[in-house]
Every structure is written in C-alpha cells, then in structure tokens.
C-alpha cells in the first residue's frame, strides 16, 4: 500500500517556536516517526512539504492512480483553500486530514476547514502521533 503524507506552510519550522501549540519535537522527529511507522507496518510512504499552496496542488495531482492514500495536514491552506480542497475530489483518494494543535480550542479563523470537507476523517490535539494514527486508519481501510 502507498500512502502519501503532506505537510504544508512551517511546519518545516516544527519545535524552533510556539512549543506551547506544537510541542517541543522538530521537523526531522516527524520525518523520522512516518518512516519508522512505514517499516513497522509495511507500507511505503512518501513525505512531502511544501509551503507553496500549488506545489501542494500539483502534488496531488501527481499522485492520481499511484497513491492508495492520502494523509494531509494542510497547515494555514487548511483554513483557506478551496484549491487544496478540489485537487483531493479530483484524484478521489481515501484522505485522513491531520492537525498538531487542538484547532476546535484556537481562533475562529481556523474552525474552517476546506480540504476537510473532502478528508473522510480528522485527527487534532494529538501531537505528532495524529500521523501515525492517521496512517493506520487509512491502512485498517484500505490496505492490501
Ligand atoms: O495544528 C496544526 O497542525 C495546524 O495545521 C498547524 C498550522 C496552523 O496554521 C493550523 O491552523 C493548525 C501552523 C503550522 C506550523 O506553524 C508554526 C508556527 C510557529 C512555529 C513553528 C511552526
């Protein structure tokens, strides 16, 4: 099973500021617990970031009929992109939609969520292991 995992705008800026919202692991502890929780469970993932919102569209585009899966955390274009949003319904990929933060307990401006009117699930306010758990949902569902 192939599983793309997206992140979006900063979080490459991950543990360096606001270690009170995000917690104090970094970027490259991310990168390292997806790759661990690919060989733990056999699956191939790919990682990618990208803090260009076409980049992130392009992406996906990309990964239309090669990718099983979707886990995204959108980052800021969650609360602002309809792109996003239309790129995940125009590859029609099981998507799992990750957020760090608690964004329901954070300001009204991120209650919205566009590219969460696709995702079939939302994981928030588990830290980094809302990955992990997003990719064993998508593997529980859809794995082969
Ligand atoms: O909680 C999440 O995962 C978010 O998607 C993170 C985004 C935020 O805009 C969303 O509302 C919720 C922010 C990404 C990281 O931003 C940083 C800010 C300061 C220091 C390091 C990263």
């Keep these: 099973m192939k ?3 997206i992140n979006g705008p900063n979080i490459n800026m991950l543990g360096i ?3 009170g919202i995000y917690g104090k692991q970094t970027f490259a502890d991310l990168l390292s617990l997806i790759d661990k929780t690919a060989r733990e469970e056999y699956l191939d993932i790919e990682q990618f970031q990208s803090n260009h919102e076409g980049a992130i569209v392009d992406k996906i585009q990309e990964s239309y009929k090669k990718v099983d899966g979707i886990v995204i955390n959108p980052a800021a274009y969650t609360h602002t ?3 996003i949003l239309d790129a995940l319904k125009s590859v ?3 998507a799992v939609e990750v957020h760090i933060s608690n964004v329901d307990a954070r300001e009204s401006f991120r209650q919205i ?3 969460g009117m696709y995702c079939e699930k939302t994981i928030k306010g588990q830290g980094l292991d809302g990955y992990r758990q997003a990719i064993l949902y998508l593997k529980e569902a859809y794995g082969k």
Aim: aromatic share 6%; proline share 20%; charged share 15%.
């Design 3 to 5: 599983i793309l995992v």
């Design 17 to 19: 500021r606001e270690p």
């Design 81 to 83: 992109s309809v792109a």
């Design 92 to 94: 029609a990929i099981p």
């Design 113 to 115: 969520s566009y590219p």
